[in-house]
């Protein structure tokens, strides 16, 4: 072979260069964008205030005091007080230690499971691609909040079984959605190119078919977050899951959505803020992270 | 393989050299259609051999399966019946872990550039994963190394960081080329891998490959249309016309003396770059259908020479001189060329 | 003699990406006359697929005409807003891009995305979309036309797809075609009935082509005018025989030169000899 010239070649180790991959952080750090900022911002800033606030407040968040029932707001309690003489201010911002640790850890479930038998449905289109569709029309036929009552009334009212219910109902979308991009990712050129390279089936989903695929589940990923707060107080209205004092915005806004007709807005109002800036945030933020994956596809 | 055919190929070699790499022997492969009875006949009874340090060419009508069979003899696409031979290994039943480990020795170039790049490997990336996968090369080695890939092919460093739509398609197919090349594999398929690359360039590339191939003694299956690439770079040429092989002998004869009408054609439709020399006035008509067969020469929907006997039966490849096969009634041996009009 | 169809002076396009801002092409000037073939030559990665997307307002994202104008038929295109654009596009200009099957979406039939393209810009009703989507498809060569038009992309061979986009580009009877490399993967029979077709319709219903090739072999024999592009700019360009006969620029020399690889076939022959 003919040796390049020598100045060239001396260049070769200053070839700057990501050696392996360059990873998603990389990619992402290099990719942020403001709806990716914005979303976890707002974010990390309900999470601090709800350990922040209670902390230093002077009212407990679950502590009633019916001798200051139905306050409208004021400087000694910002966002009112309720029937019962909670102060509404420290329990809004306590209400996310429950919720988005629900809300996380049942949507991430049900994404993982989701993912998974949506990788392997798309991959082995006969039995487990049938097996796995067919559940999934089961488990979404049945109407959301039935489904879950039903679960919890067999499991037992725990927060735990709150988090296998989010799972149960979300896991069927994120494998439709998987599976139907892993269709046709599993059809392109260089996936065939992959095999013919000498990569192993693992490596083949983990490194080509995968990172693919995962586009429309991660912006669903954000939608579901927004349900899923949304579902938790449904639940909680029906008297499933989070039982009262604890504080948790869904069962704030439902308690006082009978007072709005009485003028006593506030019951409800802020603790509705709170819940539209979470759901808004996972939206923008699932938005963010795809936005910052995408590497311009044609 | 003790088929005479090979024999012509490598006449000027020493015996020894006629082990074979590449052996393609009854190959079938249909797909199903949707919705129909009929299935796509892509491949049917298509056989071959390629000697160690040659190359075939491949050429035909498009979708008449050249890379179907490209893919089946990598094993990228199961047969339906057909037994495949590369480096002495046979692909057809190996298992899948084994096949893997094969595959530094023989590699591909698809015809899609573009669809043959993860859109989410950067060249760099491209490049360096079949060295991941069989190398130990890591680090500034593995830098060195696909440094010195990307310049074989005359691609820039410059281009190492970019994803494959922010390159050119002549830039995406050297990437391929560099690709393929990394492992230095033994066997090498090309599908089409000059098409979108400018004369200069194309030229360099098939420089290359001769070049690479004259000191690691490769074997080369070339896939192309281009009848100019192939006669620079093919010893022998298969012609395919509706996933059968309709002739297939030493490159230059087969050219300059075609024994199958649709070879014929092939050749009387090639462009000159001299705007003073006309093109040919050849354009194939007539239908034909992929899907159906209706027992006859796979040519008859367009043959100019077609009888009532072609309809009969598929004619066999049939020797027209020594290493110089058509399927085609009219071959008989020896003296057929002359009853071909227009060969003068 | 009748205005150009299509005429693009003075295009500066840079694309600004990850790393930086790269300027693709530099002051790029052709013109297309009305029922002519235009061929563009050159160098790859030189620019002539930027020049076709730019000209159809199709540049990838990042990417920004930063001098210049495009004329089709005497209107500017520069500056139309995204609508008019696309009015355009498939009405009055039939595109064809340099890989096919990314024309092409994966999950939708062949026939499915014609009749898209017809609904957007015909007034027929769907026995007419068929019968002319399968007629179109015949023209490119393509005979079995119920197989082709339910085939999903990833089922067709290369050629196969290559003509569904060409007979795509041409559904709504296009004034101008711009056609990138759009018969590179087909053989030379097809590609002969294809390059007859364009001849045709060149004549009986004046349109221009624009036509991005490697083969000279296609500008020697069906272009009239030519230009060779080299690093973002033509480096020469007018009528093909005086191009191709008497190159005036070093890059056209070599290009025509290298053309037919005769000296490679030399070499393999005296390897072979060796
Ligand atoms: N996955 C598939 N499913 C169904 N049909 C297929 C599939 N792959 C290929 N075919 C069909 O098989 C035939 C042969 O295809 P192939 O890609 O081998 O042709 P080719 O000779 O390479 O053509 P070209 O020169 O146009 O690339 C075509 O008719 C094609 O439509
Ligand atoms: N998104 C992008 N970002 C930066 N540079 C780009 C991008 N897309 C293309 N380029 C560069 O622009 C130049 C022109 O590309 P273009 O596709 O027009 O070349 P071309 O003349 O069509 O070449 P070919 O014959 O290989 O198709 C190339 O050098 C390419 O690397
Ligand atoms: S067998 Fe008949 S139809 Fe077939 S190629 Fe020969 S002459 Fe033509
Ligand atoms: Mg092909
Ligand atoms: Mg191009």
Redesign the pocket.
Known sequence: MNPPPAGRHEAAPEFVLPRHSEGFAKRLRRNLNPPLLWGAFIIFVLALGAYVVPAIWQFGAEIANPREALLPPSVRHPFGTDRSGFDIFVRVFHAPRIDLTIVVLGVGLGALIGIVLGVAAGFSRRFMGEFSMRLADIVQAFPLLILAIALVSLGGNSLTNVVFVLAFVNAPVFLRLVRSRVLTVREQRYIQAAVALGNSTTRLVFRHVLPNSLGPAVVQFGVSMGYGILTLAGLAYLGVGVQVPTPEWGSMILGGAGYITTGQWWISIFPGIFLASAVFAFNLLSEGIEQAREV?LR | MSDPRNHDASQDTAAVDNAVAIAVEGLNKTFPTRRGVLDVVAAEDVGFTVPYGRTLGIVGESGSGKSTVARCILGLTPVDSGRIEVLGRSITDAPAKALRSWRSEMQIVFQEPYESLNPRYHVWEAVAEPLLLHTDLRGTDLARRVHELLEQVALSPD?AG??P?????????RVNIARALATSPRVLILDEPTA???VSVQEGVLRLLLRLQRELNLTYVLISHDLKAIRAVCERVAVMYLGRLVEIGPTDEVLSNPKHPYTEFLIGAELSVDPDVAPAASVVRGEVSTTERTGGCVFTGRCPLVTSACHKAQPALTEATPGHDAACILVKSESSASRRPGAD | MTAPALVVRDLSVE?T?R?GV?P??DGVGLELRRGRMHGLV????????????SVIGLL????RVTAGSVQLGGRELLGLDADELREMRGASIGMVF?NPRTALYPMITIETQMANVLKAHLDLDRRGRAARIRERLRLVGIDDVDRIARSYPHELSGGLAQRAVIATALLCDPDVLIA??PTTGLDATIQRQILELIAFLQSELSLSVLI?T?DLGIVAQYCDTVSV?HD?RVVEDGDMRQVLLSPQHDYTGRLIAASDLRGLHAQRVQDARR
């Open positions: 311009h | 281009l970019r994803y739509h922010e390159l050119s398609g002549g830039q995406q197919q979108s690359l400018d | 694309i990406g790393d790269t693709v092409l050159g160098e790859t990665g030189s620019g002539k697929s930027m020049t076709a997307r990838p994202p990042g990417g340099q990138d490399e991005i490697h592009m973002g």
